[in-house]
């Protein structure tokens, strides 16, 4: 495979036993539109969130894609009195990922990760690889090799 993305070089290199799956970015924008384009169970595919804490520290959070982040539970999972969503044109400068391929693997920087709950019951589960088109599947046990995050119930 020619094209690659930097989270996958990332896995390789640290040997993290992963599959990826790519898909027509026209066909699907929404995390929806994703798993249906690749007929996953959406509770199965996840997305990555950026936010902010009143604190000014930022935090990732991979939801399913059926559910939609509560700030007020996100906030208390990693101890702030608020959070909010960053602006889109942070994301990049921020992580090195563009809305849509942001993926908690190969950000610019580590931030403090939290997975919902539920991918906990999981045997894998599908993120960005890091550009649209692209996802990774892998064992939330594998993911724990390469970043260190924790679960917590923060969806709505």
């Not at 595919?45 to 059926?66: E, R, W």
């Not at 090195?96 to 190969?106: L, N, R, V």
């Amino acid at each position: 495979m020619d094209d690659k993305t930097n989270v996958m070089r990332i896995l390789d290199k640290k040997k993290i036993d992963y599959r990826w799956h790519s898909y027509d970015s026209a066909e699907a924008i929404s995390g929806m539109e994703v798993a249906a384009v690749l007929q996953q169970e959406p509770d199965m595919v996840f997305k990555t969130l950026v936010t902010t804490g009143k604190s000014g520290s930022y935090y990732v959070f991979m939801v399913p894609v059926n559910r939609e982040l509560d700030l007020k539970k996100a906030a208390k999972a990693v101890g702030e009195k608020k959070i909010e969503m960053i602006k889109s044109k942070e994301l990049l400068p921020l992580t090195g990922y563009i809305h849509g391929g942001c993926s908690p693997i190969g950000m610019k920087k580590q931030f403090p990760t939290v997975i919902h709950e539920t991918a906990a019951d999981k045997e894998h589960i599908m993120f960005s690889a890091g550009k649209i088109g692209y996802q990774i599947e892998t064992s939330p046990a594998e993911l724990k090799k390469i970043v260190n995050y924790r679960f917590a119930d923060v969806c709505e």
